[in-house]
C-alpha cells in the first residue's frame, strides 16, 4: 500500500494553519501543523517530509530562515511559503532562497491544494528521470549538475540558483538542442494552471544565464530562438 504523503504546515495563524490542514487531508496527505516557527524548523530538518508550507512571518524562527536552513541541509524538501500580499521582498528572497513556489493571502484552499499537487508532481517528474535508467548527473562542457543533490557547478565552483532556476535547467540540460516555446516551459516547470505566465520565464531565464555564463557569452548555455522560444546548446565535457 503506498503511504499518504507528508505535509508540515508551519502557520502561527491557527484557523488559516487548521483549514489548511482539513483541506490537505481531504486530499490523501497526512498533514502535521506547527504554529511556532522554531519548533517548525526544527521538525524541517529533522523528520522526513514530502513538502514543508511555511509562512514568512513567525514566532520564533522566521519563514525565511526556515527556508535557508531547510535548503542547506543535505536533503532535498520541496517548499512552499506562504506571505501577505505586500511583502513582494520577502516573497522574492523566499524564492532565491530555494523555495519551490509561494501563496500570498488570502489565497483559496483549491488552489492551496493544486500548488502542493504541482510541486510534488514537479518533483516526482525529475527523481523519476534520475531513480530510473537516468543518469545522476548532467554535464555539459564544465557545467555539471548534480540530480540528487540538486547542486550545479561551473568550472568546479558551486552555482547557487533557486529551486524553480534549478528545475529549469534540468529541463533545458536534460533536452540538449531541442527548441521548447515559452508556454512548454511554463507547463514542464511551473505546472497547469499557470497560463499567462510566459513572461516569468523570460526573467528567469535572463537570471539562470548571468548565473551560469560568469562573464562568457550572454547565450553559451542556453540560446535564444527568435519567434519561438529558447533552446539548451549542448558542449562536449572535456
Known amino acids: 500500500m503506498t503511504r499518504a504523503r507528508s505535509i508540515l504546515i508551519i502557520e502561527d495563524d491557527p484557523d488559516l494553519g487548521r483549514l489548511a490542514a482539513l483541506t490537505l487531508e481531504d486530499h490523501g496527505f497526512e498533514v502535521i501543523l506547527e504554529h511556532d ?48 500580499r505586500d511583502g513582494e521582498a520577502d516573497r522574492v528572497l523566499g524564492l532565491e532562497l530555494g523555495a519551490d513556489d509561494y501563496l500570498t493571502k488570502p489565497f483559496s484552499f483549491r488552489e492551496l491544494a493544486a500548488r502542493v499537487r504541482a510541486i510534488l508532481r ?23 549538475l548534480d540530480l540528487q543533490s540538486r547542486l550545479v557547478t561551473l568550472g568546479g565552483v558551486r552555482v ?28 514542464a516547470i511551473w505546472g497547469p494552471g499557470y497560463e499567462g505566465y510566459e513572461h516569468t520565464v523570460n526573467s528567469h531565464i535572463n537570471r539562470l544565464r548571468g548565473k551560469i555564463n560568469r562573464g562568457g557569452p550572454r547565450q553559451r548555455f542556453i540560446q535564444t530562438v527568435w519567434g519561438v522560444g529558447y533552446r539548451f546548446a549542448s558542449e562536449s565535457a572535456p
Open 37 to 84: 516557527g522554531t519548533r517548525g524548523c526544527r521538525r524541517a530538518l529533522q523528520e522526513d517530509h514530502d513538502l514543508v508550507l511555511v509562512d514568512l512571518t513567525l514566532p520564533g524562527t522566521d519563514g525565511l530562515e526556515i527556508c535557508r536552513r531547510v535548503r542547506n541541509s543535505e536533503r532535498y524538501t520541496p517548499l512552499l511559503i506562504v506571505t501577505a
Open 122 to 144: 514537479r518533483v516526482d517528474v525529475l527523481r523519476n528521470g534520475y531513480e530510473g535508467s537516468g543518469p545522476h548527473r548532467l554535464r555539459h562542457g564544465d557545467l555539471e
Open 160 to 187: 547557487d540558483l533557486t529551486a524553480k532556476e534549478f528545475d529549469l535547467l534540468v529541463h533545458f540540460a536534460s533536452h540538449p538542442q531541442r527548441v521548447f516555446r515559452r508556454g512548454e516551459l511554463v507547463e
